[in-house]
């Protein structure tokens, strides 16, 4: 165990003095300070500050800035070698191209939209049929009144999915047609009688044995035949009934009475055959077609009950313009043949229009069973459009079935390509790697000595900059004795003035000069002091720190030019030392770089050579691929894409 230094009696008894006496010094001054601000000079020299530090800085030497001074003997203008710099502008061209996936699936909406419009015109058309003499017909028939076309449809339409489903696809029967002819034609002739201003009414029901309407009361049977040269079944069983037939039907007796309801034309001999009740008349009514009728009641049946009767074939005119326009296009600018031309612009009318009338047609038996009608119209308008859609999707796949087999035959070719670009990569990587790493190693090495002479050059120049910032104990002596008799010569000149005021303005009331000498002496008493605690530091044998010494002697304004003078020596012969290192500094670099330089010209003659040969043995399948590609351009030019 250490022992403790034992002090002698009068060691102690030394330090506890000193103790005691720095005790009764600060109670002192706590004493004073406590009441300073009743004396008059502590208000003067509080209502008087600046005017006493500006007069206080006429007394001692202008201060001066060691700092300044420091930094200006730094300074160092070398010469400024501008490195040229060079911006590659890089010119990226943007090629707009048009996308043809998106053209496709534009003009298959517009070929969906054309068929279905001319699906609407078909059911716009075949709703048109149903006019009064059909309702009127159909009322006849069922015996009920139809008060919508909810009601219409739920007369004509059969009762069972079956028999729609088969009436949708097979059509309605013509026994079906020629029954309701019938009635509808008996509900035209009686319209017709009544805007002749005859007294007319049907039978009484629909099925009624003989006769259909009465004509002023005579029965007459209404026959809607095409040809009705013969009535013998008619007239066997009905002779005193006269039969009435169009004016457009085949086989009419040459003495059948003529009339015609617009007119009044020959009314009068068909009323009188009819009163006298002869046998076997035949009255034709000019103005009724049996034809038309046929046609009519077709029309209107096949809408409520027909399904894909109602929709029919059409050709879409915007798609072959659109098409065509396009083809045309693409042959003028020479990226496709007359041949592929042709064969695109009829693939695209092809599958716009067949696509849309089998889509118009299922959609219309859909919608026939659904809701006859009303949901035969709408199914064959959305199964228009969307056969239309689906047909030009599925003629694009055939358009583009060149194109996707030379675009597979170069991503075969592309995928090879590759499989024995990187098989050659590895070689070569391989074969460089075993040149480069020697080189490397030596590079390295040539780099470690480059950094070793860069540490130990800056770790020089930094124990430089540590010495010169401190002053030696010898060099210190001699420059802190001058420094203290300056200022103690400084000292005594302000003290003389200070003694010539009288003493009780230094005592009781200080004027303005007062006042600066006494400021002038307490800074140059606080300067002398530290002044010398610095000496004391260098008898010592140790540096003193030269940016202490030089704000002290600068906040008094004395040895200005020693300091400037003490400055310049370091600091040029710092610069001397600077220049040294950079210009080891910059050997060893150069060094550095000329040996990398012919590392890298020996890799780049490899890697040039690896590169030839490499280029070489991938000939044959670059060019393979380049065929390829020129072929999938080519086929995708002729489908408008821009590769």
């Known amino acids: 165990m250490r022992k ?96 043809a996936k998106a053209m496709e699936r534009r003009l298959g909406v517009v070929g969906g939209v054309e068929i279905a419009a001319w699906t609407f015109e078909d059911a716009h058309s075949t709703f048109a049929a149903i006019d009064h003499d059909f309702i009127a017909g159909v009322a006849n028939r069922s015996g009920e009144a139809i008060g919508s076309f909810s009601d219409l449809s739920h007369r004509l339409a059969p009762e069972t999915v079956a028999e729609r489903l088969k009436a949708a696809l097979f059509g309605v029967t013509p026994g079906e047609i020629n029954n309701l002819s019938g009635h509808v034609g008996e509900a035209t002739v009686l319209r017709h009688l009544h805007e002749a201003g005859i007294d ?137 043949d007359l041949t592929a031309a042709t064969k695109n612009a009829a693939l695209d009318v092809a599958g716009t229009g067949v696509g849309g009338v089998l889509g118009a047609k299922v959609g219309a038996v859909v919608g026939t069973l659904i809701l006859p009608g009303f949901g035969t119209a709408v199914g064959g308008i959305l199964g228009g459009f969307f056969g239309a859609k689906k047909g030009r999707e599925f003629t694009s796949d ?39 790493t020697p080189l490397e190693r030596r590079l390295k ?47 005594v000149a302000v003290r003389v003035q200070y003694q010539l005021a009288p003493w009780w303005r230094k005592v009781l009331w200080p004027d303005i000069m007062t006042l600066a000498l006494q400021q002038a002496l307490a800074l140059l008493k606080r300067v002398q002091r530290e002044l010398n605690g610095l000496q004391r530091t260098s008898r010592k044998g140790k540096a003193i720190s030269r940016g202490q010494l030089m704000a002290l002697l600068a906040s008094v304004g004395v040895m200005q030019e020693q300091m400037v003078d003490s400055l310049a020596q370091i600091y040029a012969a710092q610069q001397e030392r600077d220049r040294q290192a950079r210009r080891l500094v910059s050997d060893a670099l150069v060094q550095t770089l000329r040996e990398r330089r012919e590392i890298e010209k020996k890799l780049s003659e490899k890697f040039e050579a690896v590169r030839a040969a490499i280029q070489e043995a991938l000939r044959p399948a670059l060019m393979e691929l380049n065929k390829r590609i020129e072929r999938a351009r080519i086929e995708g030019a002729k489908l408008g894409l821009n590769l």
């Open 200 to 336: 007319a009414q049907l039978a009484p029901v629909s099925n009624q044995p003989g006769w259909d309407l009465s004509w002023d009361g005579h029965l007459v049977n209404v026959k809607t035949w095409s040809d009705v040269g013969d009535l013998s079944s008619h007239f066997e069983r009905y002779p005193d009934i006269a039969a009435l037939v169009p004016g457009d039907a085949a086989g009419v007796p040459a003495d059948a009475l003529h009339f015609d309801p617009v007119t009044g034309t020959g009314l009068d001999s068909a009323h009188d055959a009819l009163a006298t009740g002869s046998h076997g008349v035949v009255v034709v009514d000019d103005a009724l077609s049996g034809g038309a009728i046929h046609d009519h009641v077709q029309q209107a049946e096949t809408f409520v009950s027909g399904g894909h009767q109602t929709v029919h074939g059409h050709l879409p005119y915007i798609t072959m313009a659109l098409s065509g326009i396009r083809e045309f296009d693409l042959l003028i600018q020479g990226k496709t």
């Open 4 to 99: 403790q230094p034992r002090h002698s009696k009068s060691q102690v008894a030394i330090v506890k003095i000193m103790t005691v006496l720095a005790s009764i010094r600060r109670g002192y001054w706590k004493f004073v300070n406590s009441f300073r601000f009743v004396t008059p000079h502590y208000w003067m020299l509080r209502r008087h500050r600046c005017e006493v530090a500006r007069v206080t800085q006429t007394l001692l030497p202008p201060p001066y800035d060691p700092y300044a001074i420091e930094l200006r003997s730094r300074s160092i203008n070398y010469a400024t070698v501008a490195d040229g710099v060079c911006d590659d502008d890089m010119w990226n061209p943007t090629m707009e191209k048009l996308s």
């Open 398 to 436: 055939i358009k583009q079935e060149p194109f996707k087999e030379a675009a597979a035959a170069y991503e075969s070719a592309l995928v090879e390509f590759q499989r024995q670009a990187t098989a050659r990569e590895a070689e070569a990587t391989a074969l460089l790697n075993s040149e480069r």
């Open 445 to 491: 090495g040539i780099a470690r000595e480059a950094r070793k002479c860069v540490q130990e050059t800056r770790q020089t120049l930094e124990s430089w900059v540590v010495y010169d910032s401190y002053i030696q104990p010898d060099e210190a002596k001699a420059l802190l004795e001058r420094s203290s008799n300056e200022v103690t010569s400084l000292r």
